[in-house]
């Protein structure tokens, strides 16, 4: 099983509000898990990453929770502010040469 | 730190032209490169990865094909563009190996009419 699953498609939060967004993967053979931020026109820019020997990362506003057991993982936005307002990607990489399985994206719109 | 460069960032081409898209990279050797499509700005498919000269695998059959004529040069390109083929086109690399992060470029834009 290939598929990573991405929820919310799109998702609105308040100016320091908290964006949660969450992805759930089937394959156990996974071993790295980005996110990715994209702006419009632009191509995805590595946001944060997790191993799956690891609970929780954090990166200044940005944390990722992981859950070995269930297969999910999710980025949380504390504090967001209107310049994260971009599309964001979670992805899984495959054992075999990096390649990365990426979920559908969720499109964070954080009003002032 | 590596860069990736990529050409031309907006296409606008008819149907049943041919494609030629470019891709180089700087900063790494060897590195692994991928092509990816985004279709109406959402989702990101993986068309074509290579480990090196000359070594291409396909992940989806399609109109498409890729080359990589030197280490640090991938070309995506078609003989005959269907209006399918339109979309946001992203050549990314990873260092050699399996276990490293992969960075994008800033995307080709193609648009076939």
């Known amino acids: 099983q290939q598929q990573v699953k991405q929820s919310p498609q799109s998702l609105i939060v308040q100016k320091g509000g908290i964006s949660i967004i969450n992805c759930a993967y089937e394959n156990t053979a996974f071993d790295y898990f980005p996110w990715y931020q994209q702006f419009p026109g632009k191509g995805p820019a590595l946001l944060i990453a997790i191993r799956p020997d690891v609970s929780e990362k954090k990166e200044g506003r940005f944390t990722i929770s992981f859950n070995k057991s269930a297969k999910q993982f999710s980025l949380h936005i504390m504090d967001s502010q209107p310049g994260d307002s971009a599309t964001y990607f979670c992805?899984?990489?495959?054992?075999?040469?990096?390649?990365?399985?990426f979920g559908q994206g969720t499109i964070l719109t954080v009003h002032p | 730190s590596q860069t990736i460069h990529q050409w031309p960032a907006t296409l606008v081409q008819p149907v049943g032209s041919p494609l030629s898209l470019e891709c180089t990279v700087e900063g790494t050797s060897n590195p692994n490169l991928y092509w990816y499509r985004q279709a109406a700005g959402r989702g990101l498919q993986l068309l074509f990865y290579?480990?090196?000269?000359?070594?291409i695998s396909s992940e989806v059959p399609q109109n498409l094909s890729a080359s990589r004529p030197q280490d640090r040069q991938f070309i995506l390109s078609s003989k005959k563009l269907l209006l399918s083929d339109s979309g946001f086109y992203l050549c990314?690399?990873?260092?050699?190996?399996?276990?490293?992060?992969?960075?994008f470029g800033e995307g080709s834009w193609l648009t076939v009419v």
């Open positions: 992805a899984a990489r495959g054992p075999s040469y990096g390649k990365l399985t």
């Open positions: 990314a690399l990873s260092r050699a190996g399996t276990g490293n992060t992969i960075y």
């Open positions: 290579s480990v090196g000269i000359g070594q």
